[in-house]
C-alpha cells in the first residue's frame, strides 16, 4: 500500500534537509552532549556509559527529526543545541 501523498515532503531540498538534520544534525547534538558531560562529571564514567546512551539519544534525535514539518527548522534546533552543549562544555574546561 503506498504512502499518502499529503503526508509526504514535495520538495528534495526539504528532504535533504530532513535526512541531513537527522543523520549529521542528531550526530552533533549527541556528541556535544556526552563532551558537555564528560567536562563537568568523571570523564570514565561518561566515555563507558556514552557507548550505550549516545546511540540511543542519536535514534531519538533522527526520529524527531523525520517526524518535524520542515527539516530547515531542525537544523537550526540542532545547531542551537550543539552550540548551547559546545559552551557548556567549554565553561567546564580547566583554564
Keep these: 500500500m503506498p504512502a499518502n501523498p499529503k503526508y509526504l515532503n514535495p520538495k528534495f531540498s526539504h528532504r535533504l534537509a530532513t535526512i541531513t538534520a537527522a543523520i549529521f544534525g542528531g550526530l552533533l547534538v549527541t556528541l556535544s552532549f556526552h563532551f558537555a558531560l564528560a567536562v563537568w562529571f568523571d570523564q570514565v564514567t561518561v566515555i563507558i556509559t556514552s557507548t550505550f546512551t549516545a546511540f540511543i539519544l542519536w535514534v531519538v534525535l533522527m526520529m524527531l527529526a ?11 534546533i540542532y545547531i542551537l543545541a550543539t552550540l ?12
Design 84 to 95: 548551547i552543549f559546545s559552551l557548556i562544555t567549554y565553561l567546564g574546561l580547566p583554564s
Design 66 to 76: 523525520f517526524m518535524a514539518k520542515n527539516g530547515l527548522k531542525i537544523w537550526g
